[in-house]
């Protein structure tokens, strides 16, 4: 199977299940000194999931001061994701819970339900999101005619340069359960990737899982609570630079050299940001799987926002990566 193939497989799996939760549901919660607002959206399926022709209805929660509001007025849409609402309205609630009821889309997509309150001058927010047969999105535009050759060439060329790890153990950081490391590797053009590795400190056999990162430039910790739990993590930053420095340092490359990163060289297919990015993913996995706790078999890659793309890149072109998450969104105001 090529990889343009893998990556539409993923897209579709991850649609289906764990990338519907991520986009569907937005809890969002506002306080001041004397008051607070929730609003909670949700679908009436479980999985949010429907069938293209099937009618979902969203349930709202909203809470003031955690108590039922009175005489509250919270506006809400209903309609396609991104695009005009087949529905606006607005009513006073005296209730701490109502429905709406939405629309069927005749083709696959997404529709997206937000409803609105203000208080104290915020517009607060509340969404949820219905899928419709998402795994039969398709594509909409064509792939290269040498994509499938140029990442096969690609990873051809990083697998002929030694790994040279270099390993620092973090003893500040480390637990009685887990050893923390800060690491670096050799990735492609002769850069490095860096990352904190997690390894329980219990002699054992364990799954591995590789943490990438969402947009941004800043250090990392690592995932010791999931190591705590048994898993070897590694959890990596995408910038060549290593991950344990003072917060200064990455303020100061957000804003200069790394200012803007994601459209570094996007017209140059070999020297574009990214594909060194997409590479280092891989070189990651490559030392996770080198670790003598790996049991030989599970190995994850999980991220939110940039890191949710990285995610089904690297299980797409990587057939090792059995597994495959994302965050599930919550914000707070």
């Not at 009821?101 to 001058?121: I, K």
Request: aromatic share 10%; net charge positive; charged share 20%.
């Amino acid at each position: 199977m090529n990889f343009s193939s893998k990556c539409l497989i993923f897209q579709r799996r991850i649609l289906f299940t764990t990338f519907v939760n991520l986009l569907l549901t937005v809890c969002v919660y506002a306080q001041t000194a004397k008051e607070t607002l929730t609003i909670s959206v949700k679908a009436d399926h479980a999985d949010w999931v429907y069938k293209t022709g099937e009618k979902p209805r969203f349930m709202v929660t909203v809470l003031q001061n955690g108590k039922k509001p009175k005489n509250l007025k919270v506006k809400y849409q209903v309609g396609p994701e991104k695009m005009k609402p087949f529905k606006s309205d607005s009513l006073s609630l005296s209730d701490s819970s109502f429905t709406i009821d939405g629309f069927t889309m005749g083709t696959a997509g997404f529709l997206r339900c937000v409803v609105t309150s203000e208080l104290n001058g915020k517009i607060i927010k509340g969404l949820a999101t219905a899928a419709f047969s998402p795994e039969t999105i398709k594509p909409t535009i064509g792939l290269p005619l040498d994509f499938n050759e140029f990442w096969a060439n690609s990873i051809r060329e990083l697998s002929k340069i030694p790994l040279n790890p270099v390993v620092e153990l973090v003893k500040e950081s480390s637990t009685d359960q887990v050893n923390v490391y800060h690491i670096s590797i050799q990735n492609i053009h002769g850069s490095k990737v860096y990352g904190m590795l997690c390894v329980p400190k219990k002699e054992g056999k364990y799954p591995a899982v590789l943490k990438v990162p969402g947009a941004g430039v800043r250090p990392y910790k690592g995932d010791l609570a999931l190591a705590e739990k048994g898993v070897i993590t590694l959890e990596i930053g995408i910038h060549g630079v290593p991950v344990n420095m003072p917060a200064e340092v990455y303020n100061s490359l957000a804003t200069g050299a790394l200012f803007g990163y994601p459209s570094s060289n996007l017209d140059n297919k070999t020297n574009y940001y990214y594909q060194r990015v997409y590479l280092g993913c891989i070189r990651a996995l490559d030392f996770l799987v080198s670790q003598p706790a790996y049991d030989g078999k599970n190995l994850a890659v999980y991220g939110g926002s940039q890191g949710g793309a990285l995610s089904i890149v690297t299980a797409a072109l990587d057939s090792r990566v059995k597994y495959l998450g994302h965050f599930t969104l919550h914000y707070r105001m």
